[in-house]
């Protein structure tokens, strides 16, 4: 009997301590108000995090595989199995396979494409997952503004048209987040000619405190003109260590360098996480 009720106990108190958790964990993230952005480690491929102040949770790329899977645990509390929006920048598989792992994973009520289209396996096999989901597939199209809640959104630059026609890397989603004075650019692929594109449509509207390097730092990106409309103050590079495409390229490190732009990549530092105030921007 004795063992009995120390073992009740024990169920007790450990019921009592993990209720806590959660109460505390609500009440936490109730008050918090900060963005938060994590450039995850996934290799070479692209997969980035972005939580709003009212807890919105986006995912933009997936990565190549189902590392993604361990890096949003590193993120997102163990209880979590929601997340409200996967954006495919482009349809490489480098940006959207770990989208399989995390549909089987993940409740997901939105998914973001660009429009262009492959007709790989494992993009077929995502389609499946995303059909059997039941998320909203969204067309990204130039002018829409996505609100994230807590006077963060979310700001689609790019495609602005069909681009059904176009290469992967040409179709990109090109997307800008603004929380306050504090704002990020996100260019999936896309190569110098939108890049300039877009530099002659929005001029001095494309500035940003950071930028996600287009096409993991390869040379076909990040053009000076590029770099000039938007003046980051840091430069993110998602790239795998010593991969086989040489990413990023000396050519691009030599324009972040005269433009005295902060190099940041995840094939040194892991996992690269900063937060917003709406005034200030710093790394967790």
Known sequence: MKDFKKHSLMIIIAT????????????????RDTLRVAFLDVGQGDAIFIESPTGVQVLIDGGPDNQILSELGSVMPFFDRSIDML??????KDHFAGFVDVLKRYSVQNILEPGTVTDTEIYKIFKDAAAEEGAESILA?????????????LQILFPDRDVSGLSTNDGSIIAKLVYGDTSFMFPGDTTKNIEEYIARLDGEHLDVDILKLAHHGSKTSSSEVFLAATTPKYGIISAGKNNRYGHPHQEVIGRLSASEIKILGTYEEGTIIFESDGERLWRK
């Open 141 to 153: 199209r130039r002018g829409m503004v996505i609100d994230l809640g807590g006077g963060v959104n």
């Open 16 to 31: 009592l301590v993990t209720a806590n958790f959660f109460i505390w964990y609500a009440v936490s993230a109730s008050e």
């Open 87 to 92: 954006i495919i920048s482009n349809p490489d």
